[in-house]
C-alpha cells in the first residue's frame, strides 16, 4: 500500500526521529460527522475559533497518526496539558479534515492556497465544501420586476 498524501505534518507533537501527522481516515470523518452533526465542516472550525478546547482534543484524538498516516497515535500525548494552544493548531485540523473530504494531497492544498492568495481569493478550503454540489449564485425572481 502507498503511503497516503493526504496528511498533515503536525510539528507540535514527536520529533525528527518519530514524527507525527494529522490524517483523517473514512472512519475518523464519521466520528467528527457523528460528533458535531451532518455540518461538521463548518461548526468544527466556529468552534475552533472560539477556542474550543474540547473540540480540539476531540479532532486531535480522531486524527493524530504515527509517520505512517495510519497508525493512530496511542503514546506521548498529553490531552489533559498540551504544549499548543486551540490557536495553533486550529488551521492545521482544518487543513486535515478538507484534504480528507476532497482527496486533494497536502502537496495540492499548499499550492491551491498559494495561487489563492495571489488571486486575492479565500485561501480557506473548508468554506467550499458546504458549497459543493449547489449555485453560489443568489435566487433570483423570473418574474421581470414591475416598472
Do not use: H, W
Request: proline share 8%; glycine share 6%.
Amino acid at each position: 500500500m502507498s503511503d497516503p498524501t493526504n496528511k498533515v505534518p503536525f510539528p507540535y507533537l514527536g520529533d525528527a526521529n518519530n514524527p507525527v501527522v494529522l490524517r483523517y481516515r473514512t472512519a475518523d470523518l464519521i466520528m467528527l460527522e457523528a460528533k458535531y452533526g451532518a455540518q461538521f465542516t463548518t461548526e468544527i472550525p466556529n468552534r475552533l475559533s472560539m477556542n474550543s478546547s474540547e473540540c480540539m482534543v476531540f479532532c486531535l484524538r480522531s486524527g493524530l497518526k504515527e509517520a505512517d498516516g495510519r497508525k493512530p497515535l496511542t503514546k506521548g500525548v498529553d490531552y489533559d496539558d498540551l504544549p499548543f494552544s486551540v490557536q495553533e493548531v486550529a488551521d492545521v485540523i482544518c487543513d486535515a479534515i478538507a484534504i480528507a473530504i476532497t482527496g486533494r494531497s497536502y502537496a495540492q492544498l499548499i499550492e491551491d492556497r498559494r495561487e489563492a492568495a495571489a488571486g486575492g481569493a479565500d485561501p480557506d478550503p473548508l468554506p467550499d465544501l458546504e458549497m459543493a454540489g449547489s449555485s453560489t449564485e443568489p435566487s433570483r425572481s423570473d418574474t421581470p420586476a414591475a416598472s
